[in-house]
């Protein structure tokens, strides 16, 4: 008994030291080594960056309230609600109209060829 934990870590060093690396072929070089990464002139490359807005309430992030109007936005979303099946719907004029635009689209999408659409999918 007393010889066990004395044996556990000769035969874990036994074991790594049999292991060997294996040898790495030409086609498996295929992934970039530090020569070939030292060689990109990254002073090239074009940087990305935002151009900052004047106005924080663009059409992307205004709501549809703000965008169309109380009546219209809410003519909207009473077509999103009456076609989504989504248990909680993006149908509210809080939200941006091409969210619920896109709403209406999906669940539009959804009916079959032989389905009849609500009216509301082509209004």
Known sequence: MRLTPL?????????????????VSEEDQSYATAESVAAVDASEA????????LNPK?????????EKGQLE??????????????????CNVQNPCPMIEDEIKRSCALY????????????
């Open 58 to 66: 663009s059409a992307s992030t205004a709501t549809c309230l703000e």
């Open 112 to 123: 079959g060829p032989d389905e009849q659409k609500p009216a509301e999918c082509t209004g």
């Open 73 to 90: 936005a809410e003519k909207l979303v009473q077509r999103c609600r009456a076609v989504s099946p989504a248990t909680h719907p993006p």
């Open 7 to 23: 044996l556990v870590p000769v035969l874990i060093a036994a074991a790594l030291g049999a292991c060997k690396p294996v040898a």
């Open 46 to 53: 074009p940087l990305a960056y935002a151009e900052p807005t």
